[in-house]
């Protein structure tokens, strides 16, 4: 990149419908890093792109070069096959606190660094936060270290690991420039590849609660970062999954901790339980375990018990109180103001996912913007689904929070985003694609 | 402008196709110029407003937040129809130092607000600067009396005319969104709106030495500005004149003052002097004057000599040497090194029109970038153009240099920038189409 007429040639050609090479790429982002393409060229850049689209070729080269702005984790040598797992984001979504044990458990090192809650979607280090004493932010080589003796460690990324994505985020977040395949799939991708993990495995969620509202354009992405995955070389598959409505029965910090908890302690199935295991088979068919069999040997993990024993040194190892894994409830802190609603007898026909991703942000356990604090006690337990039977005689939603104005709120609004009808409905499907993994 | 979620929403909707209202655009500007929108942003926008196209009542409203951002002139009350007139850049185009010692003798107020030459193309200011002593840093004031007493006065904008557009256009420049028709329209239609004349006609250049190269596009882009103009209240006409081709014989800044004088004198002909006289005629039709009469007033008014003597007295008012109207090499400063060149003998099929101005700049009469100084003496004379014969015996570029070295630079060059052929050649046509003119 040399100066003003590189790139407002580069701007032009993208602008125009033309494609960058991949040196050209790697120059981009290492001239905006160094401050010589501005925050304005980038943004007319990144436009550009989101109306003309970038090609798989863009891609990748996006994605290296991302990774190229900063350090990267090295996980070689350790003792069995590196999985990352990652999802693109949900209400009610803490399949990772289920599959990271099982995956551990069945040998495989788990290195994964997480991000935090923002808008109507949780976030893995804000739920692990609300066991006392849990911790976050591990050196890279003391994550090296846990994995190497637990299987498990889950992590904040440090600001060294992809600086370019953290500064483009940032920039498209305020640019209109988020919807693009290419640039989530860039921004998912190069912090899996710099986390060090050798198989990758994602749940691109599709539905009102995901970023993405259709599941073609969910398949799309999955494809598309399955392709950089490979290029990369690393092995990897995805599951579009559905986030029409919220998955796990808590929307909350240490609710869905207990819900996590409760289904390796076997007391609980449904969808949660159900994609927590497809997901965790699907991680082990990437390193190389026979579809036929790999199902058979993560329900095998959950049942017997091994997973939950996993999770209690995982908790331990990272400063938290281990005896959350026996007694959830004994040790997670609760809501002063428990509230049950029921909206009568009938089907449910629809549940307002990401609305209620945004009740249970109101009632402090999201972020409106970075940096806020979050509440771990409160939120909301979802007790139905669509196609569930409700009763007026049993609790649909059950709503913990800080105060009796505050749940009153959420009570005023929920009738309006939990439907019934007087026909059974067909419950949506789970698992809507698989690309890479059977 | 309410925060970030409302520019995001407006960046989002033109970004996939939509529009903006009046409302929704002059909150766009306000909220750019009190820096709530940042550059990045702005420039997101531009982005997606060059590839998704802007309508007329957007080019409308954008306009009128440009010209809401800072001062306007007011010329209510002068004796006279106040009128402008504004080329889009071009090569050897002083046709403002004919056209508006013309208008002004035909009773018209000429209040012109000019630019300094940027790239290959020259600015009125810069030209007006080789005559010693002329100023051009009048106040609205001054600006003001000087029109009303000589009838015309040309003038730097100041720094409070249309500020936002200021800003626009350097954030265009850097960001690969110049080329839109909407954008470069509202930008000139803006500046004349806020110079106050009720009467502004636009020479927009089409070819080679123009910022647009096809003759659709620039007619297009006439019709928007006058559409424009018209909209705000302003009887707006507009031709779209060859540049395939420099116009005038001088390429330069003294060089161009003088071709000004020798034709207000009587002493050329040629295309120069042709495009004056039908720019002012149409200008006079703005004012009312029948399209059967106008011609030829402007014709006598050049023809006797009157419009030179206005032409004196304004270089008067504004400083500089009155002598230069009756003997401009007296007065205007001539280059050192002055040297000839014949392509041979045959027909002119084309000369190279933006290289010869760009050549004319390195010789130090143009500036590569804003705020350097020009050489007012230096440039290029040229003596023939496409469809004249040649002839070995007479010269067809003098070049005027301030070194010899700097002119054998320029007569490297020139056997590839002035192409022969053995056919005869029709010179190109002068108009190319008339908007709300006849």
């Given at each position: ?54 090609s798989t070729d863009e891609a990748v080269a996006l994605t290296e070069a991302l990774v190229a702005s900063g350090d990267t984790i090295d996980l070689s040598g350790l003792a069995g096959p590196t999985v990352d797992k990652h999802s693109t984001g949900g209400v009610g979504d803490g399949t990772s606190l289920v599959v990271g044990p099982l ?336």
């Amino acid at each position: 990149m040399s100066g003003r007429l590189a790139i407002t040639e580069l701007i032009g050609r993208k602008r125009d419908g033309g494609e960058l090479t991949s040196d050209e790429i790697s120059g981009l982002i290492r001239a905006y890093v160094a401050d010589e393409v501005d925050d304005a060229q980038m943004a007319a850049m990144l436009m550009a792109g989101v109306i003309r689209g970038f090609s798989t070729d863009e891609a990748v080269a996006l994605t290296e070069a991302l990774v190229a702005s900063g350090d990267t984790i090295d996980l070689s040598g350790l003792a069995g096959p590196t999985v990352d797992k990652h999802s693109t984001g949900g209400v009610g979504d803490g399949t990772s606190l289920v599959v990271g044990p099982l995956l551990a458990e069945a040998g495989c090192q788990l290195a994964k660094l997480s991000g935090r809650g923002l808008g109507h979607t949780g976030g893995t280090l804000d739920k692990l936060e609300s066991i006392p004493g849990f911790r976050v932010d591990l050196e890279p080589a003391q994550l090296r270290e846990q994995v190497s003796t637990v299987g498990l460690a889950i992590a904040a990324a440090t600001a060294e690991l992809v600086p370019a994505d953290k500064r483009l985020y940032a920039l498209r977040d305020v640019t209109g420039t988020v919807a693009s395949p290419a640039l989530i799939a860039s921004s998912v991708m190069s912090k899996k590849i710099a986390g060090g993990a050798g198989h990758v495995l994602l749940d691109v969620k599709v539905g009102d609660g995901a970023f993405l509202p259709e599941a073609s354009s969910a398949s799309a992405l999955a494809q598309l970062c399955v392709s950089i995955g490979q290029r990369a070389g690393r092995r990897t598959g995805a599951l579009v999954t559905d986030m029409s409505q919220p998955l796990g029965d808590g929307i909350g910090n240490a609710l869905e901790i207990a819900v996590a908890i409760e289904t390796l302690q076997g007391q609980r199935g449904g969808r949660f339980r159900e994609l927590s295991l497809d997901l965790a088979s699907a991680a082990l068919q990437l390193t190389g375990e026979a579809p036929e069999t790999a199902r058979g040997r993560v329900e095998q993990l959950l049942d017997s018990g091994a997973a939950l024993e996993r999770f209690a040194r995982f908790v331990e190892a990272q400063g938290g109180d281990p005896r959350v894994a026996d007694d959830p409830w004994g040790v997670l802190p609760a809501a002063p103001v428990v509230r049950d609603w029921s909206p009568g007898d009938g089907w449910v026909a629809s549940i307002a996912c990401r609305r209620l991703g945004e009740l249970a942000g109101q009632l402090g356990a999201g972020r409106q913007r970075q940096g806020d604090d979050v509440d771990p006690a409160v939120g909301l337990d979802l007790l139905v689904r669509v196609g569930d039977q409700a009763s007026a005689d049993a609790p649909a939603v059950r709503i913990h929070a800080r105060s009796d104005a505050a749940a009153e709120r959420v009570l005023q609004e929920l009738p309006e985003l939990l439907i019934l009808t007087d026909e059974p409905v067909a419950p949506p499907p789970l698992v809507h694609d698989r690309v890479g993994v059977a």
